[in-house]
């Protein structure tokens, strides 16, 4: 899943969930307003999320089930084409 793909469905799953204010979607994603905003915006300056990224989003208890289905997804995709760093694993 390349990066714009990846920004593109967390923006439609959380805007699905009725999550459209930032302060809203930060929350959910258990993430900064300005790290949220990177990735809900598609401004996110790598080609990938962090690990520590990604494990904070699915940690968050608030997250809509699609937007973890989509970063689960993302993490799974990761792990096939051997992009992760090492000690990288998917829940």
Known sequence: MNRRRLHRE???ALRA?????LDEQA???GLSRSTAWTIVAGQHK???LQK???ARILA???LP????AVVLRYARDRTINHEQPKGFSVP
């Open 10 to 12: 967390i923006n439609v």
């Open 17 to 21: 969930a009725g999550l459209t204010r």
């Open 27 to 29: 929350r959910a994603l």
């Open 46 to 48: 790598l080609d990938r």
């Open 52 to 54: 520590r990224t990604v």
């Open 60 to 62: 968050s208890p608030q």
């Open 65 to 68: 089930p699609a937007v973890r």
